[in-house]
């Protein structure tokens, strides 16, 4: 399995207080022990808010959980060209706007996201929720690769979250307790029936500020929105693997 939406927080490393929030630690110890009996043998560390644009946690952790495992970072305005050709070399494949956080000046981001393309290759993923995603439109336009969080956190912009997949954005299939989707294994259907490579399963742990965080049953909810093993196999693995550009495990390589 390669989970592919993921924090860790370290307390080695600094954290931001947002809007009065600091979560408590969850290691890449404490994530191998909750994981230990999925399997997962690579995944995409995200980095959150509360994280804001250092750099220092994510270079520490994507070298310690090593190959198979990317990550998700948050740049800032001033980074350079070189900053991002570092982290691309350290393993980090998106940059992230948290738009449920803060906000951002749009003309701004898009051209943040344009050189993160241009230099490195990398998607940039929206935390945001879907109703918001008609008013973005001018942004995704201009934008080669786009991931949405969490399932776009609502039903009501559904159909906007369904248009952008149709033209080729990817969905994280995570936080399923962070949103306010009541019928989740729909939501997941009427995605995968638009395009079976637009799902990508993460577990959202250590689900800060979720009213539920993940549970193995989420799993069951997948399995049976997607209705077959192919489709198993490349929403928990595969089409995160090549969103991310990071290759299958060699046969029989245990998880770390």
């Known amino acids: 399995m390669f989970d592919a939406h993921l924090h860790i927080i370290d307390p080695r490393f600094p954290l931001v207080e947002n809007h009065g929030y600091l979560p408590e630690p969850f290691t890449i110890a404490d994530y191998r022990r909750r994981t230990a009996h999925l399997d997962v043998n690579g995944g ?10 250092d750099q220092t946690y994510l270079r520490a952790a994507l070298a310690e959980l090593g190959p198979g495992w990317v990550g998700v970072t948050q ?34 981001l898009t051209a943040q996201a344009l050189r993160a393309y241009d230099i490195a290759g990398w ?18 336009a201009k934008l080669p690769a786009v991931s949405i969080d969490h399932l776009g956190m609502s039903t009501r912009g559904l159909p906007y979250l369904l248009d952008l997949v149709d033209r080729g954005a990817r969905v994280k299939a995570t936080g399923f307790g962070r949103t306010t989707i009541e ?24 689900g800060s500020r979720a009213r539920r965080v993940f549970e193995d049953p989420d799993l069951d909810i997948v399995a ?28 029989g390589a245990a998880p770390e």
Do not use: K
């Open 75 to 108: 740049l800032d305005l001033d980074a350079t060209d070189e900053d991002i050709v570092e982290l691309d070399r350290a393993g980090v494949r998106a940059v992230r706007f948290n738009l449920r956080r803060s906000v951002s000046d749009l003309r701004l």
């Open 123 to 140: 998607h940039a993923e929206f935390y945001v929720d879907a109703t918001l995603l008609l008013s973005l439109e001018p942004v995704f």
């Open 224 to 251: 049976e929105a997607v209705g077959d093993l192919d489709g198993w196999t490349a929403v928990t693995s595969g089409n995160a693997r090549r969103w991310y550009r990071c290759p299958e495990p060699e046969p």
């Open 44 to 53: 995409a560390v995200v980095t959150a808010s509360y994280q804001g644009t």
């Open 183 to 206: 019928d989740v294994g729909e939501v997941l259907r009427r995605i995968h029936a638009v395009n079976p490579e637009a799902l990508m399963f993460g577990t959202d742990l250590p």
